[in-house]
């Protein structure tokens, strides 16, 4: 699988922690390669492992990442 990620910020804010250049930079993107290892850390796993499984947002207002996901090869 090939993965194609970015964000899409509709807060101009500055405040925003996308428009601060933390995580992603503003217009950028991301790809991840087939074979190429990625997802959350062990200690992310972990800490998810020991949730209260409920409903919950992890969203915040102004933002949200896109992601594409194919078989095919991308190539940038």
């Not at 250049?21 to 390669?33: E, S, V």
């Amino acid at each position: 699988m090939v993965e194609f990620f970015g964000p899409i910020i509709n807060d101009q804010s500055p405040e925003y922690p996308f428009n601060g250049g933390q995580g992603f930079k503003p217009f950028a993107a991301g790809l991840n390669g087939s074979m190429t290892t990625h997802g959350a850390g062990e200690e992310d796993y972990k800490r998810a492992q020991k949730m209260e499984l409920s409903p919950r947002k992890v969203q915040n207002e102004g933002g949200t990442i896109f992601l594409l996901e194919t078989e095919k090869p991308l190539f940038v």
